[in-house]
Structures are given as structure tokens and as C-alpha cells.
């Protein structure tokens, strides 16, 4: 089955205990990227990648890091989590150059105390 | 930037009635897609209906219709023979033909199915 897995579904941490959310597809998209959900701003782009080893910067990139050194990996960082880093973030994958829309994973609720 | 924006945040629709959300965008480009996902109590975020700038023709999927106004930049979702099954958070996005995959979306309208 296609998918794209994100693990924990949940976590609670504590501020500056550093966490990684893992992302995985089995469709071999090229293309992955994470956004974070927020009440009344939508889903806002942290990170993205477009291939192996290639990653950039979306719109809210601060206080996260991202890698890709695997085409089905892509996993998201917080170094040192804040408070203000709790949200729901969405891992997405997709084809690059067709009209093909972003296959998401099934989300992780992350709560930073 | 490109900018997505949804007026409202809040929609409610008797069972089986149409209901309109609506969806308009701000780009300098020609060549782009707009979708309408659904994100249901489950947070699954599910693609409901795509449409290609360059196609006049609106896209429809079963229950659901689009009407594309590429000149005024509206994106509008119609759901018709609403179901309660409908009831979750509407998302518009842009996605830009030059920009690889990458999404904007905007802020989200919540719809309430009314039995």
C-alpha cells in the first residue's frame, strides 16, 4: 500500500529535550516536505526536498532541521523544542514536475511543555 | 509571495442541501493548480478535487464541483447532496507550475453538516 508513514503520532516533551519526527514514503518521490498546522493559519511549509540531499527552506523554518540522506526518509529535527513549536505537523510527498498532487502522512500531534 | 486566503471559517449545510466555499488567491503567474483538500476529525488531510489553470473546463468529482474563475483568482468548492460524511475542515491550496511540489495553503474552513 502507498504511504507515507510519520512516527510518534504523539509525543509530550519538555523545552530544549531534542526530538526527531521520522517520515518515510514507499512511492519513491522525489519530492517530501513538512508543514505545521496551526488554528486559523492553515498549513504552513517548515521544509522541503526535492532529491537526495537536497533540502530548503519554506516558510517557517526556524527552530527546525531537516535531512535527507535516503529518497524515502525524510526526517524533521527540533534541536531544542520552545513552546511555541506545538502543533500538528504533516509530512507530504509527491512527484516533482506533473500535476500530481502531495500524498500526506496521517500526522503527529507534538506538544512542547 | 503567493497568498491563499479562505473568508470563512465556519460553514454549515443541512444534510443533502449544496453548499459553496469559496477560495481566492493571489499569484503573478499563469501557469499553476489549485486543490481542495478535506481534513475530517482523523487529521487525514484527503484530496478531494484538482484543477489545471491552463483548462477553462471546471473540475467536478462525483458530488463535488469547482468553479474557477482564473481572471478573478477564485477558486470556489460546491459540494452538492451534502452527507454527514462531509463534515471536516476545507483546505484550498496553490501550488505553482515553476515551484516543484510546493504548497500554500490556506487557512481553512470548517464545515458542519447538519442532520
Known amino acids: 500500500e502507498a504511504q507515507v508513514t510519520q512516527n510518534p503520532r504523539y509525543l509530550i516533551t519538555v523545552t530544549g529535550k531534542k526530538l526527531t519526527v521520522t517520515c518515510s514514503q514507499n512511492?519513491?518521490?522525489?519530492?517530501m516536505s513538512w508543514y505545521r498546522q496551526d488554528p486559523g493559519l492553515g498549513l504552513r511549509q517548515i521544509y522541503y526536498?526535492?532529491?537526495?540531499?537536497?533540502?530548503d527552506k519554506g516558510d517557517v523554518p526556524e527552530g527546525y532541521k531537516v535531512s535527507r540522506k535516503e529518497k524515502r526518509n525524510f526526517p524533521l529535527i527540533l534541536e531544542s523544542p520552545s513552546p511555541n513549536q506545538t502543533s500538528l505537523y504533516f509530512c507530504?510527498?509527491?512527484?516533482?514536475?506533473?500535476?500530481?498532487?502531495?500524498?500526506f502522512g496521517d500526522g503527529t500531534r507534538l506538544s512542547i511543555l | 509571495a503567493q497568498t491563499v486566503t479562505q473568508s470563512q471559517p465556519e460553514m454549515s449545510v443541512q444534510e443533502a442541501e449544496t453548499v459553496t466555499l469559496s477560495c481566492t488567491y493571489d499569484t503573478s503567474e499563469s501557469d499553476y493548480y489549485l486543490f481542495w483538500y478535506k481534513q475530517p476529525p482523523s487529521r487525514q488531510m484527503i484530496l478531494v478535487i484538482r484543477q489545471e489553470a491552463y483548462k477553462q473546463q471546471n473540475a467536478t468529482e462525483n458530488r463535488f464541483s469547482v468553479n474557477f474563475q482564473k481572471a478573478a483568482k477564485s477558486f470556489s468548492l460546491k459540494i452538492s447532496d451534502s452527507q454527514l460524511g462531509d463534515a471536516a475542515m476545507y483546505f484550498c491550496a496553490y501550488r505553482e507550475e515553476t515551484s516543484g511540489s510546493r504548497l500554500t495553503f490556506g487557512e481553512g474552513t470548517q464545515l458542519t453538516v447538519n442532520p
Open positions: 507530504a510527498s509527491s512527484r516533482t514536475g506533473e500535476f500530481q498532487p502531495q500524498h
Open positions: 526536498s526535492m532529491n537526495v540531499e537536497v533540502t
Open positions: 512511492m519513491n518521490h522525489e519530492y
